[in-house]
């Protein structure tokens, strides 16, 4: 029984790629370059797996020598893979081929180990260079995805007015848990595979690069946005207004001012979805102007900006008590309960219904 549960343990993360190689491959409705990119990722993850698990198993006395080096491969094409995901959901500029030539490490190292495997050298250097590669891929992935997450929900900010899914909420921890599995793995190697081979002490790492593997795999399988919509979204509705002679544009102070009244007058703060495209034909300026306007005089995102107007009108109609919570969300502009519930909690400092306990006696 135990060494049943040992072989299992050896293929769990394999057979977890694998699924989901599987249900990514065949996935008819994928409609983003983000989703290809995820499905590659999956793809080395799978046959780096299935090497690291002929690498453990007690039915195999010697690991075949190409074995080794498609392990060697795919651990280097594993966290560059990973982060052209994390560039294709971000950027809305896309994948740069100097990220793609974050690839090339891999290549060389699988070419270099191939030729030393069928000359009978050894690998122990090619191994020792390739960890080296591997600690510095880490940090690229870490410092350059957080970096691409935090400019993107920035944008995100400063363009949609409600932001929840499209700020993509998770992808941070993710990363986050996925660069502490790298941690753990590089101490693993460390310690050395005689640490864990042939005991059960093999069922800590294969749980939890498992458990995270499928948190990878499953969040992206369901992620219904990304960059691709954003780039589609400023294309599409603000096009007209991107081109507009810089020379005939309002100055800033005017520029706010109008967005202001705009927002006051005609109270395009309770249009569901506003984005700010939706503000260029009002103040007949560009969305850079309209932005950078609102950044700097309000010193808050197009997103926060809305949400004042939001909770203020909110407010308003809590004063009068002539509606539920419910249905003042859907007045203020939001359609979904939790979103409005957040915003609210944020701006006022407490929930709507604390809110309304506190102001139980007062009334306009």
């Excluded at 994928?30 to 002929?54: G, I, K, M, P």
């Excluded at 749980?207 to 995270?212: I, Q, R």
Aim: charged share 15%; aromatic share 14%.
């Amino acid at each position: 029984m135990r060494q049943y549960f040992y072989d299992l343990f050896c293929l769990l993360p394999f057979l977890v790629c694998l699924f989901w190689s599987i249900i990514l491959g065949v996935d008819s409705k994928r409609r983003y370059h983000s989703s290809r990119n995820l499905w590659y990722f999956c793809l080395a993850c799978t046959a780096l797996y299935f090497c690291h698990s002929l690498s453990f198993s007690s039915h195999i006395q010697e690991v075949p020598f190409w074995s080794q080096c498609v392990y060697l491969t795919c651990n280097l094409m594993v966290y560059p893979l990973f982060n052209i995901y994390i560039c294709s959901l971000t950027r809305l500029e896309g994948t740069s081929k100097l990220l793609l030539m974050t690839l090339i490490p891999a290549l060389l190292v699988g070419i270099v180990s191939g030729v030393t495997v069928v000359r009978g050298g050894s690998l122990s250097v090619i191994k020792r260079v390739a960890s080296v590669i591997f600690a510095l891929q880490v940090i690229q992935t870490g410092v350059f995805g957080m970096l691409d997450i935090t400019r993107y929900r920035s944008k995100v900010a400063n363009f949609y007015a409600d932001t929840e899914e499209r700020a993509l909420p998770s992808l941070m921890m993710l990363v986050i848990l996925f660069l502490v599995t790298a941690v753990i793995s590089i101490a693993a190697n460390i310690i050395g595979k005689n640490f864990f081979n042939g005991t059960i002490l093999l069922a800590i790492p294969s749980c939890l690069f498992s458990a995270l593997l499928f948190s990878i795999f499953h969040w992206g399988y369901r992620c219904s946005y990304s960059a691709e919509d954003m780039a589609s979204d400023i294309a599409v509705q603000a096009f007209s207004y991107e081109r507009k002679n810089i020379e005939n544009l309002p100055q800033q102070d005017i520029l706010f001012s109008s967005i202001c009244n705009v927002m006051e007058m005609k109270q395009l703060f309770l249009k569901p979805d506003l984005k700010i495209t939706d503000l260029l034909p009002e103040v007949g300026s560009n969305r850079t102007y309209v932005s950078n306007s609102i950044n700097r005089n309000s010193g808050k995102s197009f997103s926060d900006f809305v949400h004042s107007y939001r909770i203020g009108y909110a407010v308003s109609l809590m004063q009068e008590r002539k509606y539920p919570l419910s249905e003042i969300a859907a007045l203020s502009g939001y359609r979904d309960g939790n979103a409005f519930y957040k915003a609210f909690s944020k701006i006022q400092g407490k929930s709507p219904s604390k809110w309304m306990e506190e102001h139980a006696g007062e009334k306009e």
